[in-house]
């Protein structure tokens, strides 16, 4: 089993800044592909950004230029850095991570985000 633990939601002002964590433990495997996900209340889960173990990245189109993903070289972590804050980016937060056969998913509990105008 995968445990993920996401960290640095809260409420913030359009235009501000906001770094959210997510820490994996458990049955971790080399090879895996780390990232987060958002949701809205009434919409999907969309895709926000996701990171291999070899640090190779993929956006949302829409989000690539004000949201940065990246990897912790040392610790099982990976970090969202979240600039220039719209109302729209309003969701909770998940961070996922995919290793193994399949391959598997494990999804965290997610972190809400509120950006007020």
């Known amino acids: 089993q995968v445990q993920l633990i996401e960290s640095g939601g809260g409420s913030v002002q359009a235009g501000g800044s906001l770094r959210l964590s997510c820490v994996a433990s458990g049955e971790l495997l080399r090879a895996n592909t780390m990232g987060w996900y958002r949701q809205a209340p009434g919409n999907q889960r969309e895709l926000v950004a996701t990171?291999?173990?070899?640090?190779?990245?993929d956006y949302s189109w829409a989000l690539k230029g004000r949201f940065t993903i990246s990897r912790d070289g040392t610790k099982p972590t990976i970090y969202l850095q979240m600039n220039n804050l719209e109302p729209e980016d309003t969701a909770t937060y998940y961070c996922?991570?995919?290793?193994?056969?399949?391959?598997?998913?494990?999804w965290g509990q997610g972190t809400q985000v509120t950006v007020s105008s």
């Open positions: 996922l991570r995919r290793q193994g056969i399949g391959p598997r998913s494990y």
């Open positions: 990171i291999t173990h070899t640090n190779k990245t």
